[in-house]
């Protein structure tokens, strides 16, 4: 990522974000190692969205397991791709697909029924204990293996938000949710105790202590919603420290929760894990307090302290890192600036804070980004699933992050 300074003024950025302790420093390396789904011709990016065992459409999620291995949600396609180990090369092929009969075909669930292998529009993905769970949002369910499939279309162990694997409808086909349902889940992370889901449908946050054994385990807390059976947007109430409008990115930060609540623009932190239901946040990253929802802060160009539909998070030591996603860019917050509307520090995707636009206004091209809405980071790799532009990128963190890990 260069590091040229190229400041917009116009009179919808903020002043303060002009100032020199304001200006980007690097979140990650120059460049990324690794870029799956698209070849690098040197000048620009070229990335091909017909299903083959390198090709991507509309990547929304990935994870890096315990034993390095890499897979990732082709949404579009909707399957799930599996590398045996991390790939040092581009475009590299994957070894394994779930949720298709082989890497040439698509459709949802296959074009099939509901199976314990089929997908259909699958989102966040984690790693979970020695294995990972998937949220199969339009399945309204999530998938567990409890170790890493080594065949083609492995079933999954266990389900959630489903009585069954042969079920897909919203809420268990009823208009109000429970514990055991869900609605357009998006977003799942595991914390080596607890599996939480973003419940985005339902508008709420779920929690599961320790890892699930048994298909449709009901959830043990809920956060964004009074109860389980509600699912209004905003808790039915005015925006606050407790209500959520599209949950969809959920991780852990040196002890604190953080959930991304793309449509009030913002990211959720409690300080601890929460212990009763619909328990408040303490901060807020993204906005000035917990009533305002403003992209950007109500400013038309981005500032340092603005999110616009922040989709993805994950934390390297003191960093968290939010995938900014309708800016295109990465934004990262050091722990000793957690406190409601302080500006991020770091910066990937753009040259500037000011800065906005897919691919910088541009073909895409390696170190670009264009509505980046997953994020994970295993050690110092952070993958970044860079929906817009049907890609995978595999990227080192900068020294700066590095020194805190």
Same mark, same amino acid.
């Given at each position: 990522?260069?590091?040229?300074?190229?400041?917009?003024?116009?009179?919808?950025?903020?002043?303060?974000?002009?100032?020199?302790?304001?200006?980007?420093?690097?979140?990650?390396?120059?460049?990324?190692?690794?870029?799956?789904?698209?070849?690098?011709?040197?000048?620009?990016?070229?990335?091909?969205?017909?299903?083959?065992?390198?090709?991507?459409?509309?990547?929304?999620?990935?994870?890096?397991?315990?034993?390095?291995?890499?897979?990732?949600?082709?949404?579009?396609?909707?399957?799930?791709?599996?590398?045996?180990?991390?790939?040092?090369?581009?475009?590299?092929?994957?070894?394994?697909?779930?949720?298709?009969?082989?890497?040439?075909?698509?459709?949802?669930?296959?074009?099939?029924?509901?199976?314990?292998?089929?997908?259909?529009?699958?989102?966040?993905?984690?790693?979970?204990?020695?294995?990972?769970?998937?949220?199969?949002?339009?399945?309204?369910?999530?998938?567990?293996?409890?170790?890493?499939?080594?065949?083609?279309?492995?079933?999954?162990?266990?389900?959630?938000?489903?009585?069954?694997?042969?079920?897909?409808?919203?809420?268990?086909?009823?208009?109000?949710?429970?514990?055991?349902?869900?609605?357009?889940?998006?977003?799942?992370?595991?914390?080596?105790?607890?599996?939480?889901?973003?419940?985005?449908?339902?508008?709420?946050?779920?929690?599961?202590?320790?890892?699930?054994?048994?298909?449709?385990?009901?959830?043990?807390?809920?956060?964004?919603?009074?109860?389980?059976?509600?699912?209004?947007?905003?808790?039915?109430?005015?925006?606050?420290?407790?209500?959520?409008?599209?949950?969809?990115?959920?991780?852990?930060?040196?002890?604190?929760?953080?959930?991304?609540?793309?449509?009030?623009?913002?990211?959720?932190?409690?300080?601890?894990?929460?212990?009763?239901?619909?328990?408040?946040?303490?901060?807020?990253?993204?906005?000035?307090?917990?009533?305002?929802?403003?992209?950007?802060?109500?400013?038309?160009?981005?500032?340092?302290?603005?999110?616009?539909?922040?989709?993805?998070?994950?934390?390297?030591?003191?960093?968290?890192?939010?995938?900014?996603?309708?800016?295109?860019?990465?934004?990262?917050?050091?722990?000793?600036? !957690?406190?409601? #509307?302080? &500006?991020?520090? +770091? /910066?990937? $995707?753009?040259?500037?804070?000011?800065? @906005?636009?897919?691919?910088?206004?541009?073909?895409?091209?390696?170190?670009?980004?264009?509505?980046?809405?997953?994020?994970?980071?295993?050690?110092?790799?952070?993958?970044? !699933?860079?929906? #817009?532009? &049907?890609?995978? +990128? /595999?990227? $080192?963190?900068?020294?700066?992050?590095? @020194?805190?890990?």
């Amino acid at each position: 990522m260069t590091q040229t300074l190229r400041v917009k003024l116009n009179s919808t950025v903020r002043q303060d974000d002009l100032s020199l302790e304001n200006i980007a420093r690097p979140l990650l390396q120059p460049m990324p190692d690794v870029i799956l789904g698209a070849t690098d011709n040197g000048d620009e990016m070229i990335v091909s969205v017909k299903p083959t065992p390198s090709t991507f459409f509309g990547t929304r999620g990935g994870a890096i397991l315990e034993d390095n291995s890499l897979w990732i949600a082709d949404t579009g396609h909707h399957r799930l791709l599996g590398w045996k180990t991390i790939p040092t090369e581009d475009n590299a092929s994957a070894n394994f697909v779930i949720g298709q009969p082989d890497f040439y075909h698509e459709g949802r669930n296959a074009k099939a029924e509901v199976n314990a292998f089929s997908l259909n529009v699958p989102t966040g993905v984690t790693a979970c204990g020695k294995g990972l769970a998937v949220a199969d949002a339009w399945n309204h369910r999530i998938l567990i293996w409890h170790s890493t499939p080594t065949n083609n279309n492995q079933p999954a162990d266990v389900v959630l938000g489903q009585a069954d694997f042969f079920s897909g409808e919203s809420n268990r086909g009823k208009d109000l949710p429970t514990a055991k349902s869900l609605f357009w889940c998006y977003g799942v992370y595991w914390d080596g105790a607890n599996l939480w889901a973003a419940d985005t449908g339902n508008r709420r946050v779920l929690m599961w202590k320790g890892l699930p054994t048994r298909n449709g385990q009901k959830a043990d807390l809920v956060l964004g919603q009074n109860n389980f059976n509600l699912r209004d947007e905003n808790g039915g109430t005015e925006p606050n420290a407790t209500s959520m409008r599209w949950a969809h990115g959920v991780c852990t930060w040196r002890g604190k929760l953080c959930v991304t609540d793309a449509g009030n623009n913002r990211v959720m932190i409690w300080n601890e894990i929460p212990k009763i239901n619909n328990q408040p946040c303490d901060v807020v990253l993204g906005q000035k307090d917990f009533t305002l929802v403003d992209h950007n802060q109500t400013n038309y160009f981005p500032i340092s302290a603005g999110l616009n539909m922040p989709y993805g998070v994950t934390s390297v030591g003191d960093w968290l890192i939010v995938t900014d996603t309708a800016s295109s860019r990465l934004l990262g917050w050091h722990i000793d600036d !957690c406190q409601n #509307g302080t &500006s991020a520090k +770091l /910066l990937a $995707g753009q040259y500037t804070f000011q800065d @906005k636009g897919d691919n910088r206004w541009a073909m895409p091209m390696r170190d670009s980004l264009c509505w980046s809405y997953g994020i994970y980071a295993k050690d110092e790799t952070v993958l970044v !699933c860079d929906s #817009g532009n &049907s890609r995978a +990128l /595999l990227w $080192g963190v900068s020294d700066e992050v590095s @020194k805190t890990i």
